[in-house]
């Protein structure tokens, strides 16, 4: 089986290059759109994002054979209430949000009976809203696809096979490892950039414009972590929040060892830690996740 008809909600970075490599990688594809601000379901239509914007989540999901969700986790299940009895018999309700066991709960208590395999592209940027989208977002970047118990295997391979024909890089896992596999990745370091750039910030005895002025690479990279999206974050934290606070703590004591080795100056310990997260790095770039070049090889539209 393969989507024919692909219902967009949501407009914004992730929704909108959803839009854009549809048309680009699978042009026999037909997409609706919709968002619930109005400016952006107009800046949708100027550029293209899909091929019908509607006025309405459930004029936007009627008759399609897939439904991506591309709002901030914590609306989900309100999305999802908007367009619930629209749906056609057999129709996939997918997502795109960063959490999976909590989205996956909203959505089947909105579209009770409705056909639910939730779905997490590995891929974004700092920028956000309708203008932020491009076709190429999800090349060589890891989609993971969450199925629950019971799922049908067609469905689950038609949903793998959309997002491989974007570009993406197609793995399956469950959702509750998932959340603690995203915790330690992407959830925690949001979380220490958010942190450190505060931290920044508010020290007294430093001007932000020094903080601005002096910046070195480390924090330049803190800085362009922590102009994420506020609200989408704000979500994420509170809707992942066991698999956070369990990494969270994970991270505390291995804090406090490294606190405890520069105290008593243990250089033996930062040496040997400071080597196996070197190696942490080499791996990623040999796993063509990221790019060995000092600028990261990041051209304005990459993360």
């Known amino acids: 089986m393969s989507f024919q008809r692909v219902a967009i909600v949501g407009l914004g970075l992730i929704g909108g290059s959803i839009g854009l490599a549809v048309a680009e990688y699978l042009p026999g594809a037909v997409t609706t759109g919709y968002d619930a601000d109005p400016a952006v379901r107009k800046r949708a239509a100027e550029r293209g994002l899909a091929n019908t914007i509607c006025d309405s989540a459930a004029e936007a999901v ?110 399956t896992m469950s959702a509750k490892h998932h959340d603690l596999v995203l915790a330690v990745t992407s959830h925690v370091p949001h979380l220490i950039a958010y942190t450190i750039v505060g931290t920044a910030s508010d020290l007294e005895d430093v001007t932000r414009s020094e903080v601005i002025k002096y910046s070195a690479g480390g924090f330049r990279d803190f800085t362009r972590i922590a102009a994420s999206d506020p609200t989408m974050w704000r979500d994420v934290f509170l809707n992942n929040k066991e698999a956070v606070l369990t990494m969270l703590q994970r991270f505390t004591e291995d804090l406090t060892a490294l606190q405890r080795a520069i105290r008593v100056g243990d250089g033996d310990a930062l040496f040997d830690h400071f080597a196996r997260t070197r190696a942490i790095r080499r791996s990623i770039i040999e796993e063509g996740q990221d790019d060995a070049r000092p600028d990261f090889g990041r051209s304005d539209h990459e993360s």
């Open 62 to 171: 009627t008759g399609a054979d897939l439904v991506i969700l591309c709002v901030p986790v914590g609306m989900m299940g309100a999305a999802a209430a908007e367009f619930a009895g629209a749906l056609k018999p057999g129709c996939v309700v997918s997502d795109v949000g960063s959490s999976k066991q909590s989205v996956f709960a909203a959505l089947t208590k909105a579209l009770p009976g409705a056909t639910v395999i939730p779905a997490h592209p590995v891929a974004g940027t700092e920028h956000s809203g309708p203008d932020a989208g491009f076709a190429s977002l999800f090349h060589h970047r890891w989609c993971i696809v969450t199925p629950p118990e019971g799922a049908d295997p067609a469905q689950v391979d038609a949903l793998c096979a959309f997002w491989a024909a974007l570009g993406a890089r197609v793995d």
